[in-house]
C-alpha cells in the first residue's frame, strides 16, 4: 500500500487555505517518491490555484483551466516529482470521491501518463469531517501519516481495530484501545543496540510493539555485560543485533524482528529504516547520528536520539547527563542544534585503513563510562515521549536535558537555520528517494 507522507505545518497550511470557504477549492502537491516495501509519496511543496486559474467553482464542484494543469505538470517532469491533487467537498462528514472525481481523475491520469511524468500520482479530497486519498484515476486508497510534534494517521483505510491483548490492560486503562492499537501497528527501528538500544528494544517489546528492524555491527565484549539487557557471558562475541532479537523475540514470541549486523553509515543498511514508522537512535558516534538524522529529514520519519555521558575528571566523576530529542519534520537538528562534530563525523566515515593512513588522526577513541542506571533513566524518557508523539497520552516536551547530579529534567528547544542542509526546504528535507543519503557508499 502506497503512503502519502506530510509535514503537520504543510497539513494544517493547507486546511486553512482550502477549507472554510462556500465554493470547493484545490490545491496541487508536490510529492518526491520513496521505493521499496512501503512506497511513499513525500510532500515538499503546496501550489494554490488563483481564482482566474479556475475553469468553474461552485459550491459543488471545481475544475481547473488546462492551462494550470499544464504549467504544474511541466514543473513536476523537470523536478522529477509527482503530483497529488487536492479538492474539497462541503460538510462535516467524511468525505468520498464521487462520479464526477472519477472522470476528472481519469482524464488527469490520461494527460500526466501521456508526459511521460513519473509515477504514481494521487488525489485527496478533504472537508471539515476528514479526509480520503487514492492513487489517481484508480480505485486504490492510501494512507496519509502527518509527521511533527507528533505521529498521526489523518486516513487509513486498512487500518483494523482489533482488540487489545488482555496482557496489555493497564495500558488500555492509561491510553485507551485505540492507543495500545496505533502501537501494536508500529514498525520501529532501533540504531545501536548497546546500552541504551538494548534497553529499548526491551521496553518496546513490552509496550506492545511486534515489528523491529535492529542494526547495529558490533560484536557483544566483555565489558559490555555491565549494560546490555538480555546478554550473558556466554553471548560474548555474538552480535549485539542477534543478542536483542532473542531477547525480543523472548518477550513476544510472535513479533517480527529484521535483525542487520550491519554499519549504518554504509548507505546500504542506512536505507533499511525507509520502510519503519519511528527510528530510535541510540548510537555513540558522530557518524552514525548523521545518517540517521538524514534519514529522519529526507524521509519524514521521526527519529528519537537518545545520549547519555558521564563526565570525569582527575578519576573523579564530575558530571551525569542525558539527553531526549525528537528529530524530523518540524524539529531542528542535530546540526542546527551544535551537537554534531564534523571532523568527527569525517573520522566515523573512514574505514580502519582510511583512519589508519590520514596523517591528521591520531590514536583510537577511548571508552566512554557507562552504566545501567543512566541509560534506563535516558531511554524510559525516551519511550514516554514516543507515548507522546502517537498516542493520547499529554506529553509534550521534545526535546528533553537529565543532568542527575543536579536533579534536574528539563525542556529545551533549538531552533533551525533556514539554510540548513539537513532541516530545511532548501537541505534534504522530504527529498525521498531524489537525494544520495550523505553515506558510505560501499
Not at 195 to 213: E, N, P, Y
Not at 384 to 410: C, E, F, K, Q
Request: proline share 4%; glycine share 8%; net charge neutral.
Amino acid at each position: 500500500m502506497i503512503e502519502l507522507r506530510i509535514t503537520s505545518t504543510d497539513l494544517a497550511a493547507l486546511r486553512s487555505a482550502v477549507l472554510g470557504h462556500k465554493a470547493e477549492h484545490c490545491a496541487v502537491l508536490f510529492a518526491a517518491g520513496v521505493a521499496g516495501r512501503r512506497q511513499a509519496l513525500l510532500v515538499r511543496e503546496m501550489v494554490l490555484p488563483e481564482a482566474s486559474d479556475y475553469a468553474l467553482q461552485n459550491v459543488i464542484h471545481a475544475e481547473l483551466k488546462p492551462e494550470f494543469v499544464a504549467r504544474v505538470t511541466k514543473r513536476a517532469k523537470l523536478a522529477d516529482l509527482s503530483l497529488v491533487f487536492v479538492h474539497t467537498h462541503s460538510g462535516s462528514m467524511p468525505p468520498r470521491f464521487s462520479r464526477t472525481d472519477d472522470k476528472g481523475e481519469q482524464e488527469l491520469a490520461v494527460f500526466l501518463a501521456h508526459r511521460k511524468l513519473k509515477t504514481p500520482h494521487a488525489a485527496l479530497v478533504l472537508s471539515d469531517g476528514g479526509m480520503c486519498a487514492r492513487i489517481l484515476g484508480t480505485s486504490n486508497s492510501i494512507r496519509v501519516v502527518a509527521i511533527g510534534d507528533t505521529l498521526t494517521t489523518e486516513f487509513d483505510p486498512q487500518r483494523e481495530m482489533a482488540a487489545a491483548a488482555p496482557a496489555f490492560d493497564r495500558q488500555v486503562r492509561a491510553f485507551g484501545s485505540e492507543g495500545q492499537q496505533i502501537l501494536q501497528a508500529l514498525r520501529i527501528g532501533i540504531v545501536g543496540l548497546g546500552g541504551t538500544g538494548s534497553i529499548a528494544a526491551q521496553q518496546l517489546a513490552h509496550l506492545g510493539i511486534r515489528d523491529f528492524v535492529l542494526i547495529d555491527p558490533d560484536h557483544l565484549e566483555l565489558t559490555n555485560l555491565n549494560r546490555v539487557v538480555g546478554a550473558g557471558e556466554s553471548d560474548v562475541g555474538r552480535p549485539k543485533a542477534e543478542i536483542a532479537k532473542r531477547h525480543v523475540l523472548g518477550i513476544v514470541p510472535t513479533a517480527r524482528v529484521e535483525c542487520v549486523v550491519g554499519d549504518i553509515v554504509q548507505a546500504k543498511v542506512a536505507k533499511l529504516l525507509v520502510d519503519t514508522d519511528i527510528i530510535f537512535c541510540c548510537t555513540d558516534s558522530h557518524g552514525s547520528r548523521s545518517v540517521v538524522q538524514q534519514v529522519a529529514y529526507q524521509y519524514l520519519i521521526p527519529c528519537i536520539d537518545v545520549g547519555s555521558t558521564i563526565t570525569t575528571h582527575e578519576g573523579k566523576v564530575a558530571g551525569i547527563f542525558g539527553r531526549v530529542q525528537l528529530l524530523g519534520p518540524d524539529q531542528a537538528c542535530l546540526w542546527c542544534s551544535g551537537l554534531l562534530n564534523s571532523e568527527e563525523v569525517r573520522r566515523d566515515m573512514m574505514s580502519a585503513f582510511e583512519r589508519k593512513s590520514d596523517p591528521y588522526i591520531r590514536g583510537e577513541h577511548e571508552p566512554a563510562p557507562s552504566v545501567i542506571s543512566l541509560n534506563g533513566t535516558v531511554v524510559s524518557l525516551a519511550i514516554t515521549m514516543l507515548l507522546g508523539i502517537v498516542t493520547a497520552v499529554p506529553v509534550d516536551s521534545r526535546h528533553l536535558v537529565y543532568n542527575a547530579s543536579a536533579s534536574t529534567l528539563r525542556p529545551a528547544r533549538a531552533k533551525h537555520r533556514n539554510d540548513c542542509f539537513i532541516c530545511s526546504r532548501r537541505g534534504v528535507l522530504g527529498r525521498g528517494d531524489l537525494q544520495p543519503l550523505f553515506a558510505r557508499q560501499d
